[in-house]
Each structure stands twice: as C-alpha cells, then as structure tokens.
C-alpha cells in the first residue's frame, strides 16, 4: 500500500521583508499559519507548489511543509515549521510579535 | 587605526552603487533570485528563517567610538535595536528588509565599514587577536599583516570564485586567542634573530570534517608573506575539490594531499607568484603600519584602582575575571561580557553599544575590539579609570564578571534564526548560564569554556569547547551531543563525544553532572577542568553522564 500523503502547506520568505509567508486558497501570501491553505492531495500540492513558485517577485524559496490538519488549522509536523510559525525564542520578535 | 584611503573610499562607495542598482533590478523583475543571490552574498546579505540578515565585517575585530555609534544607528533605524555579535568578529543584523539595505551599506561607508566578502565562496573577513596592540606577550602588533591581506584579498580578482569560503585568522603572540590552527590559514607573528617573518599554518577548520591546522612554514619573511600566502590560496583554487562542496575547503585538500605535496606545489607556486609582486606591497605595510602604532600612554598613579579593589567586592570579582595583563604599565586590558546571565551571547543593544563607544572614547584611546567569544574589549584603559569605567558598565547591565568561565558561553544563533541549523544554540546557552548563577560557583569552578552549536557547520566552535554542544534534529526533535577536551589555543585539540546525545531538557542536568565529576577530581583548585580531563581522559565524566550501564548505552548509539 502507498504510504499516505502528508498535509502540505506552501510557504516561503516575501522578497521585500524577508518574513515568512504562507499560500491561502485564494492565492494570497499570507502570514498567518493558520490562514494557509492546507493541501491533502499531492498531485494538487505540486500544482500549487509550481504556480508559487512563478511568483518570484513576490517570494523566495517557496517550499512545501509538513502540517497536520486540526480545527485551528495546520499544525507544523517539525520544529523547524513552528519556529518559522512564530519566531526566535530568545526575544518576542518575528511572528508572535505580529499577534 | 587604519584610516580609509581615497581609493578605499571610492570602492566602497562604487560598490554599494552596484548593489542598490542590484537590489532594484531583484525587485523589479530584472534578475531572478538565482541570479541575485551570488550578488547579495558577496554582499553580506543572507536570507534567514524569519528575514534578511546582514553581516557586516568588522576587519580583525577592531573599531572606533564612530563606528560602534553607527552600528547602533543601524540597529535602531533598520533593525529591532540590537545587533549580534558573531564567532568571526563580524556584526549581524537579524531583522533588515530588503529595501533598507543599500542605506544601511551607505551609512556604514559613512564611517568606513561594509559587509563585502563576509559570504559568499570569497576569502572572508580577516580575523585576529582581540587583544593587539595591548597583550603584553606580543611580539607585534598582528593588525597591520591582517589590514594588508584584507587590501589584497578584497576583490581579487583571482579569488572571487573559490572552491568555498576561505579565513584567515592572524596572531602575533605565542598564546593564541585567534583560533588560528581552526582558521584554513593561520599566520602568527614571529621574531627569529631580531628579524619579524611568519609562521603559516593551513588547513584547519571545524564544520563536519574538523581538523587542526598544520605547519606549512616556520618563517616566511615579511617580504615573502603576500606572494606566499597568494601561492597557498592559488595551490587550493586549483587542487580544491569543487565536485563536492563538503569536500571543497582546503582542510580536506591538505588531508587528501597530505603536508609535504602541498608544501613542494607552494613552493613552485610561490617562485611564480614573488615574481609577480614587485615591492609596492612593503611600502603600503610600512604606510599600514604607521597608523597602528600606540597610542600615547600616560604615566600616571594607580591608588584611585588599588583602593576599589580593596573597598568594593563587586569591582574586585570583575576586574579578576575580565582584566588582562597591558604592556603598558598601569594599564589594563578590559572585557566587557555580552554574556549577561540568561541572556543572548553575543547580543548588545543599541545603547549598550553607544556606551561602549562613549567609554573607549572618554577613557580607550578611541579604541575597541569584538572577539571571537563574542564579547567587547577596551584594548587600553589606565588603571585609575577602571572604577568609573565599571559603574557605567554596570549601569548598563554591561558589568557581568565571567569572562572565561561557564557562563562566557560561545552560541551561534542556532535555529532561532539561522536557515541551515538543526536545533536551537541560544536558549540552551541561557539554561546553562542561569542555573550556574543560581549555583554561585563559577568563580569555585574556574576557567571553562563550553561553546554551542545549532548545527555541524560549528560556527560556535563546539569542537574546541572545553565542552562542546552540538544541537542535532533527531527524528524531529532537538537532540544535544556533547564533545569533551577541546581547546582553541596554541595547544589546540578536537573534542571527543562523550556518547549519545540529550533531548534539550536533559543538557542542563548533564552538565551538571560533567562540573560535578571534575570537581570531585581535580587535584584542587588550580587544575583546570580541561587539565584535569587531560589528566584522567573520558572515563570519570562517563560514567558521572550515563552511569554504570555507560558501555551498553554507547554502543546502541
């Protein structure tokens, strides 16, 4: 049996600020996690991967994440994605700061 | 201090020209990120976890009362009003946008500064002791060597495109507070007969595949040192393996090589390159020279520092731990720690820093040093001036007297911030810096040096830690491997893992246990924790880590 898709968002850096920045379904960057479009269909995650990344005035490094889908939206499934998600530990800065 | 040409002037200012037109064709569409990224490199600016970062070298860690007051600017007016303080004597910023950073390059012009080649596949910013000029064991002053390989490395037009990034570190005393047997070259200044030459080491570094730097010259001449150290570089841009960039450093060349061919290449290398230089590089030493030579030191009394040092025990306890022996008489030399207990290594803010620049400026000789522990230097102040210089500096929660002890802790910014680490350096450095405050035996423990890092590139130096913290993602979770026995100085030696690695809660208690076992065994105070772990090897600190069962744990790692 093929192993089982792992939730995607997509995600990069935005070119002018430099901060982390999330595809919604509607096509807007956004910097919330939990406004980002989670994608459970593979063949749709490259897709989406493919148009992000053509947005290269917009974006850098546009990757996919590992999420885990909940009611309050995607969960990070590594570290890395929360520490992303909400900024450095040693001063409130970054996303958190963002409220 | 080396003061700007108006050649050096004129590039600077050219340069940063080229990158806000680069930065304006990034924006408009002109260049691809592909195409941009060699040239922000080249630049200093990176693209981190949560934004830009710019690193901005500060040449072999020295600078004035101006510069530091700029750096400070930056942080305030592009930044979240501090900056950070890095391993190789450079600043970074964490938080700059894209857009601001040719105004931040422009103002640093302002006071002659810049983050050229401090990325990038270029010979980097050339680092050296953080006490030249001052130490008292020197036998020169090692800035003028490093300001003159600057000069030349800066724009070469053979060494813009390397197999991978290449350091330079410089010392000009025996003891070595550079790192140079960790740097690809080390040069030390050396006298033979009355006469100054150098001895090159190469092929030293730490990342992945650490290695201690090897002799490759007992003496070279000062007129011999460019051509020569220009025939190294140029040996390694050819033999450098650039089919794999984990192979690439000369480290790896040199290993792969071995000493004595690269030696005989060098040779018959350099007999091209001595040929190509045709004197004009002694003059400008001689010129480079001049403006470092000492300030006016005055002959004054030291009972105003005597009678502190009786009086006050806070003052005493700083000036034991963070005053080093000056050449001068009645001077000192002066460590201000940015290692406040609990607080981010290496991290001043905008005001801390307009201090620091106000005190080199009020009682320094204009003077400052950053180190490669990641702290600040006053390089010259009297003696009589110290208690004034301490009750500011403790004003500004700039007083903290710790310097070479556990909590004088070296961390790269780990996964907080850095884009390739594995696990976070900095909260770890905290934990362990807040629980031996709340113990109250740092000064009982001694000289210990534990240096992190957040990933196996080692920017934090942890395989030459007294002990070394490397943070890893094992399975998606932090996870700490510890090295113990490293040692950065002219007695350099690697690190040897003490078995298998803590989850991040697990790293303060495992310290612990570490002090712990090398306070029971030392022969007493005096026996250093690396001298007593010289003297007994792992075996006591392994078994105070994991216990009796140490065998079968270390072999299932």
Redesign the interface.
């Known amino acids: 049996m093929p192993k089982a898709f792992t939730p995607k968002v997509v995600t990069a850096?935005a070119?002018?600020?430099?901060?982390?920045i999330y595809l919604a379904s509607d096509d807007r960057w956004v910097r919330r996690l939990d406004e980002a479009e989670i994608i459970t269909d593979e063949a749709i995650a490259q897709l989406r991967l493919l148009d992000a990344q053509a947005r290269?005035?917009e974006a850098?490094?546009v990757y996919l994440a590992d999420m885990a889908p909940t009611e309050d939206g995607p969960q990070p499934?590594?570290?890395?994605e929360e520490?992303?998600a909400t900024?450095?530990?040693?001063?409130h800065?970054?996303?958190q700061a963002a409220g | 201090m080396y003061s700007y040409t108006e050649f050096d002037t004129a590039f600077v200012a050219e340069r940063n020209r080229q990158f806000r037109q680069q930065v304006e064709r990034r924006i408009s569409g002109a260049l691809t990120e592909d195409e941009f990224k060699p040239l922000r490199l080249m630049n200093g600016l990176y693209l981190q976890l949560h934004a830009y970062m710019l690193r901005v070298a500060i040449p072999y860690g020295t600078l004035n009362g101006a510069q530091m007051d700029q750096l400070a600017l930056l942080a305030e007016k592009w930044d979240k009003g501090y900056g950070h303080f890095t391993t190789r004597q450079n600043i970074q910023y964490n938080w700059p946008e894209l857009r601001d950073v040719p105004d931040m390059l422009d103002a640093l012009a302002e006071v002659g500064m810049h983050a050229i080649q401090t990325s990038g596949n270029t010979i980097r910013n050339v680092t050296a002791d953080h006490f030249a000029g001052a130490a008292a064991d020197e036998v020169a002053d090692p800035r003028p060597v490093a300001e003159l390989l600057r000069q030349w490395s800066t724009d070469h037009p053979e060494f813009q495109f390397l197999p991978r990034k290449f350091k330079i570190a410089v010392t000009g005393a025996e003891n070595d507070r550079a790192v140079i047997k960790a740097h690809d070259i080390g040069i030390q200044v050396v006298e033979h007969g009355g006469e100054i030459g150098y001895r090159v080491l190469v092929g030293g570094g730490l990342g992945r595949t650490p290695m201690i730097g090897k002799e490759l010259a007992p003496f070279v001449p000062q007129e011999d040192l460019l051509p020569y150290v220009e025939a190294v570089v140029s040996v390694w841009n050819l033999l450098g393996r650039r089919d794999n960039k984990y192979k690439a450093r000369i480290k790896i060349t040199v290993h792969e090589h071995g000493i004595d061919e690269i030696r005989e290449r060098v040779a018959s290398r350099f007999a091209e390159t001595k040929a190509a230089f045709n004197g004009a590089d002694l003059a400008l030493f001689d010129e480079i020279a001049a403006q470092f030579a000492p300030p006016a030191f005055r002959n004054a009394p030291t009972e105003a520092f005597d009678a502190a040092y009786e009086a006050d025990p806070v003052f005493r306890a700083w000036t034991d731990s963070n005053l080093t022996a000056h050449k001068a008489g009645g001077y000192a030399i002066a460590q201000i720690s940015l290692k406040a207990h609990g607080e981010t290594p290496g991290d001043a803010t905008a005001e801390q820093m307009r201090v620091m620049a106000d005190l080199a400026r009020r009682f320094g000789h204009d003077e400052l040093r950053i180190t490669h522990e990641q702290n600040v230097v006053l390089p010259h102040v009297h003696k009589s001036d110290l208690p004034q210089i301490h009750k500011i500096l403790k004003a500004h929660g700039l007083a903290t007297a710790n310097i070479g002890m556990i909590s004088d802790i070296i961390a790269c910014p780990g996964m907080d911030y850095c884009a390739l680490a594995t696990a976070r350096s900095i909260p770890i450095a905290q934990e362990i810096a807040t629980r031996f405050d709340e113990l109250k035996i740092e000064n009982e423990i001694g000289e210990l040096k534990i240096k992190i890092s957040g990933c196996i590139n080692a920017c934090g130096h942890h395989h030459v830690g007294h002990i070394g913290i490397l943070g890893l993602d094992r399975a998606g979770v932090e996870n700490y491997q510890i090295t113990l026995g490293g040692d950065a100085t002219e007695t350099a030696s690697l690190g040897e893992r003490t078995g298998p690695g803590f989850p991040a809660e697990e790293v303060v208690p495992a310290i612990e246990r570490i002090v712990g076992a090398y306070m029971d065994h030392r022969e007493g105070p005096e026996e250093s924790f690396l001298q007593t772990y010289r003297r007994l090897g792992m075996a006591p600190f392994k078994l105070a880590l994991y216990g009796e069962d140490t065998g079968k744990r270390s072999r299932a790692a």
């Open positions: 850096n070119l002018l600020e430099g901060d982390v290269a005035s850098v490094g499934k590594h570290f890395r520490f992303r900024g450095p530990s040693n001063y800065h970054g996303k």
